[in-house]
Structures are given as structure tokens and as C-alpha cells.
């Protein structure tokens, strides 16, 4: 089975409360799942990567051989296709987990899209943030 995942991370602030979207779609353009996930305060960047992450973790659960990874973070894009280094080193583990989810696939490819082209994966990194920020301050009362 071939899908499509776009993904996206949010961080209002940078680092700041961060979460991170992704969804999944079969040949037909038909969404098979929806993440999205409050990371805590985190940098746009890990957002970035722990998208790519889930997305990747749910086409697998859903049986992917071939995946092609949307996103709009061009620094991700040439990430993950090795065409720059990863300075970082809180990134370094999260590209690992990346090429290693890849590695399970028959194909995977990396592909950026305009913002306007990933509106669905920017709203589930913006509820994963929402959702995380209404449990802490929800936390906090009382």
C-alpha cells in the first residue's frame, strides 16, 4: 500500500508550547488517520520532527510499504535527505528515529509543499498545542 503523510509541527514561541499534526492518505486522496499530539514546550524544529515521527509510526500500524512524507519545513526536507547536516544535537535523536522508521519501508520519500498545501497537518500541530496547553492550565486549578 502506497499513502501520502503530511506533516507539521507548531511552536508558539520558540522554544514555547509546541505540538505536532499529521495525516495520512491512501492513492485516492482519502484521509486514513489524524494525529495530533501536545509535545510540552518544545522548539518548532523537534515539533517539525516528532510529526514526521507519528506520521510515519501510523502509516506503518496502517500496513504503508511506500510513503511520501509532505512537509513545509524546508531545513526538514534537506534534513532528511541528507543534504544538510543536523547541527542540533536535541535533533540528532529525532533524525535517528526518523531514518530508522524509514528503513521499514520499501520506499520512503521527503517532499516540501507550500504552507498553503498542509493546512490539515497545521491544524492538528495547532490542536496537539491547544490540547496541551487546556490540560495545563487545567492542571494548575483548583
Known amino acids: 500500500m502506497r499513502v501520502t503523510v503530511h506533516t507539521d509541527g507548531a511552536a508558539r514561541g520558540n522554544p514555547g508550547p509546541a505540538g505536532a499534526g ?9 484521509v486514513l488517520a489524524e494525529v495530533a499530539r501536545g509535545l510540552g514546550e518544545a522548539t518548532n524544529n523537534v515539533a517539525e520532527y516528532t510529526a514526521v515521527i507519528l506520521g510515519l509510526e501510523r502509516a506503518r500500524a496502517l500496513g504503508a510499504r511506500e510513503v511520501v512524507v509532505r512537509t513545509d519545513s524546508q531545513l526538514l526536507v ?9 547541527r542540533s544535537a536535541r535533533l540528532r535523536p529525532l533524525h535517528a528515529r526518523v531514518e530508522e522508521l524509514a528503513r521499514a519501508f520499501d520506499e520512503v520519500r521527503f517532499e516540501h509543499v507550500p504552507r498553503d498545501r498542509n493546512v490539515t497537518a497545521d491544524r492538528l500541530a495547532n490542536r496537539g498545542v491547544d490540547a496541551w ?6 492542571a494548575g486549578a483548583g
Open 133 to 138: 496547553l487546556e490540560r495545563r492550565s487545567g
Open 22 to 30: 499529521a495525516v495520512v492518505y491512501d492513492e485516492r486522496g482519502r
Open 78 to 86: 534537506q534534513q532528511l535527505r541528507g543534504r544538510y547536516r543536523v
